[in-house]
């Protein structure tokens, strides 16, 4: 398989994203599938049109997308974005949208095409915490989240598709629960119940 997995730069004055050192050091060791990794800019406007050049270039066949959650203590699976921008700071080119719609006349909400409950019983059964969530807030994270099912509900051929939050990590933060490794083996654990969930479909 042909996977692309994003995350994005760092934010709200804060010199690190847990999701730019997770891809900066990950490494998946299946020879047989391509993990293609790109970082996005953090700003509101430019989202869809990096997301859109990443999937001209890469085509994949599975988009995972990654966000860092600075209050979680777990691997949040994403289950619903919304077509709402509310923004409680503003993003990395000092935009801040309060009560605006992503998309103009769009619906309200899409919901993740990858195979949430059997990450979530992998990563379990790995004693990696984690949780299925309904709110990916209204920041950048559930922005892209909805652009990317937004661009891929107009697809003829729709490849699975969903945004995970990660926690901090001790790197970050010496009181965080997870560790680089941790989220590494997570990302690892992540991917291969999707190659496996798509191999049955």
Same mark, same amino acid.
């Given at each position: 398989?042909?996977?692309?997995?994003?995350?994005?730069?760092?934010?709200?004055?804060?010199?690190?994203?847990?999701?730019?050192?997770?891809? +900066? #050091?990950?490494?998946?060791?299946?020879?047989?599938?391509? !993990?293609?990794?790109?970082?996005? *800019?953090?700003? =509101?406007?430019? %989202?869809?049109?990096?997301?859109?050049?990443?999937?001209?270039?890469?085509?994949?066949?599975?988009?995972?997308?990654?966000?860092?959650?600075?209050?979680?203590?777990?691997?949040?699976?994403?289950?619903?974005?919304?077509?709402?921008?509310?923004?409680?700071?503003? +993003? #990395?080119?000092?935009?801040?949208?309060?009560?605006?719609? !992503?998309?103009?006349?769009?619906? *309200?909400?899409? =919901?993740?095409? %990858?195979?949430?409950?059997?990450?979530?019983?992998?990563?379990?059964?790995?004693?990696?915490?984690?949780?299925?969530?309904?709110?990916?807030?209204?920041?950048?994270?559930?922005?892209?989240?909805?652009?990317?099912?937004?661009?891929?509900?107009?697809?003829?051929?729709?490849?699975?598709?969903?945004?995970?939050?990660?926690?901090? !990590?001790?790197?970050?933060?010496?009181?965080?629960? =997870?560790?680089?490794?941790?989220?590494?083996?997570?990302?690892?654990?992540?991917?291969?119940?999707?190659?496996?969930?798509?191999?049955?479909?």
């Amino acid at each position: 398989m042909n996977i692309l997995i994003t995350g994005f730069m760092p934010f709200g004055g804060h010199d690190t994203n847990v999701t730019k050192i997770l891809l +900066d #050091n990950f490494k998946y060791e299946n020879q047989n599938h391509m !993990i293609h990794k790109v970082i996005f *800019s953090t700003t =509101f406007d430019t %989202l869809r049109s990096e997301l859109m050049n990443a999937l001209v270039t890469y085509n994949p066949d599975l988009l995972i997308h990654l966000g860092e959650h600075a209050r979680a203590d777990a691997i949040t699976l994403e289950r619903v974005a919304i077509n709402f921008d509310d923004a409680r700071i503003p +993003d #990395n080119a000092g935009i801040q949208p309060i009560d605006l719609p !992503i998309v103009d006349n769009g619906v *309200s909400a899409y =919901f993740s095409h %990858l195979p949430l409950r059997s990450i979530e019983s992998a990563l379990k059964d790995k004693n990696i915490p984690v949780k299925i969530s309904y709110s990916a807030g209204a920041f950048v994270c559930n922005h892209l989240f909805y652009v990317s099912e937004d661009i891929q509900s107009q697809r003829k051929n729709r490849i699975p598709s969903g945004f995970i939050h990660i926690p901090l !990590i001790k790197e970050q933060d010496e009181r965080a629960l =997870f560790d680089l490794e941790t989220i590494k083996h997570a990302l690892t654990v992540i991917i291969d119940t999707c190659i496996k969930a798509s191999s049955k479909s």
